[in-house]
């Protein structure tokens, strides 16, 4: 695992905590009893129709844009319990909610085509022009002007310094999320060289000043395209150090950790959710709960290996407990995340 994330966990860990605690030998015992009864922890290949590209060589370009606005879906409004969420249809004529939604939108406009910095900026030309692009079936898109700031940003930078072609990123970082000695990999080259779409992610623990760096659409790339790459049969390269990828703190796997007994919140938490009052992202709720995250999937990551060691399987990297841990949020139907107007997750 990379130092940054682990200095992330040690900070959230020293930190005072007033909103979220982690019961920890809940979480040992769910990760072996989960390898136990076979869970397989597979590893998405992210080919949804209608979604997602089809093709391979699509999927490497389109990953990379997507990611660039994968975030805040969720209106602070209740119906029934449930928050009300940015809804799409795609070509199908299938409604999709949330992150499918977004996927479903850029499909409708690319298809199978490989998505060059052009094409953004033809679409992100004006505020009215990004409007009709994020179009939905109900309320515009939460965060409409930072979604275009950030595409704006991300394909200028695209187009000066890796031929428009955002391929080009992963090939110049070697396939590599962190790199060798004195070289930016993936996910450095992402949070380094695009600021505003991918650098912002980063906190100080509320008490002590230490350094969050949450990172988690940087860290989402490596992961979702290396779920593609490995099940390309070799059309794309795969990530060799994905195993040194951290923590995607999305606000789904919270919800997972809270139905299985792992996280408690305090009743002030608890209030601020079920009230779907938004908070601030660097509010301490926001940031216990990301903190948590992080911490929480990091040993869920190692007791999972451990009982996977002790029945001879081959060990896992955090895109396998992002993805069991984030189905599992989808499908809870108690407790809504937390709202916060952020890009961050």
Aim: contains cysteine; aromatic residues 12%.
């Amino acid at each position: 695992m990379n130092r940054r994330t682990l200095e992330t966990a040690d900070s959230w860990w020293r930190m005072r905590h007033n909103h979220v605690w982690i019961d920890e030998r809940k979480l040992r015992e769910d990760s072996y009893l989960a390898v136990g009864r076979g869970e397989e922890f597979s590893l998405p290949a992210w080919d949804f129709a209608g979604i997602y590209p089809q093709s391979n060589d699509a999927f490497s370009r389109f990953i990379f844009w997507f990611l660039v606005v994968n975030f805040n879906y969720n209106y602070p409004v209740m119906k029934n319990g449930v928050l009300e969420k940015f809804r799409a249809v795609d070509v199908h004529g299938k409604e999709q909610r949330g992150a499918n939604a977004l996927g479903s939108i850029f499909y409708r406009a690319f298809g199978e085509g490989a998505i060059l910095s052009g094409h953004i900026l033809h679409h992100m030309r004006s505020p009215e022009s990004a409007a009709e692009f994020f179009r939905g079936t109900g309320k515009e898109i939460p965060m409409l002007f930072e979604r275009r700031t950030m595409l704006l940003e991300a394909a200028n930078i695209v187009l000066a310094y890796f031929d428009g072609d955002p391929v080009n990123i992963f090939k110049e970082a070697k396939y590599l999320a962190h790199g060798k000695m004195g070289e930016l990999g993936i996910i450095g080259t992402l949070t380094l060289g695009f600021p505003r779409s991918f650098g912002l992610d980063r906190y100080l623990a509320p008490g002590t000043g230490e350094p969050l760096n949450f990172d988690k659409r940087a860290n989402l790339v490596a992961v979702m395209y290396e779920g593609r790459a490995q099940a390309s049969n070799g059309e794309l390269p795969v990530i060799e150090d994905i195993a040194e990828v951290g923590p995607i703190p999305d606000y789904q796997l919270p919800r997972s950790y809270k139905a299985d007994g792992i996280f408690r919140y305090s009743d002030e938490l608890n209030r601020t959710i079920d009230s779907a009052t938004p908070v601030t992202s660097d509010s301490a709720m926001q940031i216990e709960t990301r903190g948590a995250t992080v911490w929480a999937q990091l040993h869920e990551l190692r007791c999972v290996n451990e009982a996977r060691q002790d029945k001879g399987l081959a060990p896992l990297h955090i895109g396998h407990v992002d993805a069991y841990r984030w189905f599992r949020g989808r499908k809870y139907t108690g407790q809504e995340p937390l709202i916060c107007d952020t890009t961050d997750c």
